[in-house]
T-cell receptor
Framework: EAQVTQNPRYLITVTGKKLTVTCSQN?????MSWYRQDPGLGLRQIYY???????DKGDVPEGYKVSRKEKRNFPLILESPSPNQTSLYFC???????????????FGNGTRLTVT | AQSVSQHNHHVILSEAASLELGCNYS??????LFWYVQYPGQHLQLLLK??????LVKGIKGFEAEFIKSKFSFNLRKPSVQWSDTAEYFC???????????FGKGNQVVVIP
């Protein structure tokens, strides 16, 4: 079954304790992206990746890191989480026939992060 | 960079009523347009998309959207809603030439049986 898998689904942590949210897709998609969803703000893009070793900032990259060492995986790293990073996070992937021609995104089930 | 505006963030309807959600974007060039739906507690799913061709596109579950280039709009419609259409709806825009997908803030739609 084609899917985007995120782990964990729920995470509660404390300020400053490094964490990683994993994302994996089995569709051989080139494009992967992370979004955060906050009430009244919709989805905002954190980082995206066009392919292995190619990553770029989205609209709200501060406080986050990503890596793309393999095509299927795109982990989101919070080196020093803060309470304002409490949010619902979605990973997504898509095929891309070329630059600026995104196909529909396939979304993971989300990770609800609480930073106290 | 492109931006997306959705109005009427909260919409409450009765079953069988018609639904129209507005979406406007700010980008003067060619765009790919999407509507996604998020049912309570679930991830986003694609409702419909527009890349080129007929500006009236039909999606799943009886939804349709019309691209009006002169108005920079991509409004979503459904003639007769059902209780199961209760969800949050997001418009999204990808400007040709960049690799970012911008979402609007969403419309929370509640359908009362």
């Amino acid at each position: 079954e084609a899917q985007v898998t995120q782990n964990p689904r729920y995470l509660i942590t404390v300020t400053g304790k490094k964490l990683t949210v994993t994302c994996s897709q089995n569709m051989n998609h080139e494009y992967m992206s992370w979004y955060r969803q906050d009430p009244g703000l919709g989805l905002r893009q954190i980082y995206y990746s066009m392919n292995v070793e190619v990553t770029d900032k989205g609209d709200v990259p501060e406080g986050y890191k990503v890596s793309r060492k393999e095509k299927r995986n795109f982990p989101l790293i919070l080196e020093s989480p803060s309470p304002n990073q409490t949010s619902l996070y979605f990973c997504a992937s898509s095929s891309t026939p070329g630059t600026g021609r995104l196909r529909p995104l396939h979304f993971g089930n989300g990770t609800r992060l609480t930073v106290t | 960079a492109q931006s997306v505006s959705q109005h009427n963030h909260h919409v409450i309807l009765s079953e069988a009523a018609s639904l129209e959600l507005g979406c406007n974007y700010s980008y003067g060039g060619t765009v790919n347009l999407f509507w996604y739906v998020q049912y309570p507690g679930q991830h986003l799913q694609l409702l419909l998309k527009y890349f080129s061709g007929d500006p009236l596109v039909k999606g799943i579950k009886g939804f349709e959207a019309e691209f009006i280039k002169s108005k920079f709009s991509f409004n979503l419609r459904k003639p007769s809603v059902q209780w199961s259409d209760t969800a949050e709806y997001f418009c999204a825009v990808n400007a040709r030439g960049n690799n970012r997908l911008a979402f609007g803030k969403g419309n929370q739609v509640v359908v009362i049986p």
